[in-house]
């Protein structure tokens, strides 16, 4: 099913403008190689399930042709969509600068999805098994569960959404530590939302509860349990989008506030506890998709006060998103993020992660698409040097008919950083997609 004909869009002039900038973040930043990009958790929850999904508008990518749309299968009111990808390719250093590979990968997913009346349901069930031929010790195998629903309360839309995902991080993301081999970690994550009737000024609050669990990998050869990292966020947030000229201007002010915390319960013996507090707040002004162009920008500053002798942190941030279709058949895209992440290492409260990308797709014929882009990710600490990935892509979509689709795809990055000497990443993939 295409995504613009995904039930949650079809009355998406309410939410649209609030989920715009994750829907272009995660197009500017998608790479075809999941280790070429920051390990953020954002890009690993499933986009088809309300509370987790972002809607884009149209564009090249969204816009897929009738007769290539994905195939589903009717279940009274629901529709049912299997599909399977199957991938092989190469990737010139698996581990920092060595280890250069084969890979296979088989992934399953299946999507339910039914719209009835003002309701809105979806659930998607997925699996990866990446096996890396000359370095089978960095093979793994990471499945993800959600289900949401989005319903109309008292003339306000609300939506819900769990999802639990078992995932691995590797050593050539952003601040990753030297794994010898990859880190099994999993999320459960709980997702609450609301959005006041269409008015001039419109608020959406929002709660978002999510708990980390990491297992055991080794490092130079011995064991590093990374249970220090478990830990249980809680984020409380407000928006508030005021029309300029009135209710129907698609230029809006924005007043965005969020308010977090997070408990770490088994911190490592000797070290002090990484609890926080802390919030954020940003000013902003977008404008919704029009056909031609969608943008917003919000900046602000964020803090954290830990509870322990940690450095605390006050830092500018910015959300800020274009997207720009200059004809019916190429859309760009550009975005950049400046927040505060968790810290993987032991006895480091925090950092500041800053991601950019620049992409561009393109319909070379009614059923080739072109993609090219381009992302810089930065990981900036209180004390020590910084992490810098850079990283382009390029990649072909072919739509053959309503049940197949082939891609190729190649990513080339450089990576300077404290977990390794500086070195560069060539990867290139070939898949194809089936679906029902």
């Known amino acids: 099913m295409p995504w613009a004909d995904f039930p949650l869009c079809q009355n998406r002039r309410q939410r649209r403008c609030r989920r715009h900038l994750a829907a272009l973040l995660l197009a500017a930043l998608a790479s075809p190689m999941p280790d070429a990009r920051a390990q953020l958790i954002e890009s690993a929850y499933p986009r088809d399930v309300p509370g987790f999904d972002a809607a884009a508008g149209v564009s090249v990518t969204s816009r897929i042709q009738t007769d290539t749309a994905w195939q589903t299968i009717p279940l009274g009111a629901e529709l049912l969509h299997p599909e399977v990808k199957e991938s092989t390719g190469y990737d010139s250093a698996v581990l920092p600068g060595q280890r250069p590979s084969w890979s296979t990968t088989t992934a399953p997913s299946v999507t339910l999805t039914s719209a009835d009346g003002g309701t809105t349901l979806g659930a998607v069930a997925s699996a990866a098994n990446t096996r890396y031929l000359q370095a089978p010790d960095q093979s793994t195998t990471d499945w993800t569960a959600a289900l949401g629903a989005s319903f109309d309360l008292a003339d306000c839309r609300v939506t819900a959404a769990v999802a639990h995902l078992a995932l691995h991080e590797t050593d050539t993301g952003l601040d990753a530590a030297a794994y010898d081999t990859p880190l099994p970690y999993q999320v459960d994550a709980l997702r609450l939302s609301g959005l006041s009737p269409p008015a001039r000024l419109v608020l959406e609050p929002s709660f978002h509860l999510t708990r980390f669990t990491f297992g055991t990998t080794a490092i130079g050869g011995l064991p590093a349990p990374q249970s220090y990292r478990d830990r249980l966020v809680g984020e409380l947030g407000l928006t508030l989008s005021y029309g300029i000229m009135g209710f129907s201007d698609p230029n809006r002010l924005q007043l965005i506030l969020r308010g977090a915390g997070a408990h770490y319960p088994n911190e490592t013996f000797g070290q002090p506890p990484r609890d926080f507090i802390g919030g954020a707040v940003l000013l902003g002004v977008e404008h919704d998709l029009d056909g031609i162009w969608g943008w917003r920008i919000a900046m602000g500053l964020g803090t954290r006060v830990y509870s322990q002798p940690y450095l605390d942190q006050t830092v500018p941030l910015a959300e800020m998103a274009l997207t720009w279709q200059p004809s019916a058949r190429t859309t760009w895209h550009a975005a950049v993020v400046r927040k505060i992440e968790d810290a993987q290492e032991d006895g480091v409260g925090g950092y500041v992660a800053t991601i950019g990308g620049l992409a561009v797709d393109h319909e070379l014929d009614r059923h080739l698409i072109l993609h090219i882009g381009s992302d810089i990710e930065r990981a900036t ?22 049940m197949l689709r082939l891609g190729a795809d190649m990513t080339v990055s450089s990576h300077h950083g404290f977990t390794a000497a500086p070195y560069d990443e060539n990867a290139f993939l070939l898949s194809v997609t089936a679906g029902l």
């Open 381 to 402: 600490y209180a004390a020590g040097p910084a992490q810098t990935i850079v990283s382009g892509r390029a990649g072909v979509l072919w739509l053959v008919n309503a």
